[in-house]
């Protein structure tokens, strides 16, 4: 009976070992003026971290700053004077334990706002 519990117990650490290493998402998405990269690691069901990358591509000088907010069903990421490094700033570098995670399918709202304009993109993984 012992040996029967064991072989179960080694069946079930292989199968949730394999759950372990998660799952990486590449969401991106342009406008006008914009390029952004977002990346997801998700660690398991209700833990991940997130970076990204925003990139100034207009046809103007690159601002010096700008405000952003990065929407999505878990929560929200946010920015304000965030200053440019030619043309290019990071945002998240966040996560979280014991949350609601990122999903591969999802669409990532983003609204970002330089000099009195405003830009809105749609982040995705391109499925």
């Known amino acids: 009976m012992n040996l029967k519990k064991l072989i179960t117990l080694l ?8 759950c372990v290493d998660g ?16 990346v997801v690691d998700v660690r398991n069901w209700d833990e991940q971290n997130d970076t990204g990358t925003i ?8 601002p010096e700053t700008l405000d952003y907010k990065i929407e999505f069903t878990a929560g929200s990421d ?13 945002t998240g570098g ?29 982040l995705t993984t391109g499925k």
Do not use: H, P
């Open 11 to 18: 069946i079930m650490v292989l199968i949730l070992s394999g």
């Open 23 to 38: 799952d990486r998402y590449n969401f991106s998405g342009s406008s006008e003026n914009w390029d952004v990269v977002y």
């Open 55 to 62: 990139k100034y591509i207009g046809e103007k000088q690159a």
């Open 78 to 90: 946010s920015g304000t004077g965030k200053t440019l490094d030619n043309g290019v700033t990071q």
């Open 94 to 122: 966040g996560g979280c334990q014991g949350c609601a995670v990122i999903q591969k399918d999802e669409e990532i709202e983003v609204e970002i706002t330089w000099n009195g304009q405003t830009e809105n993109l749609i």
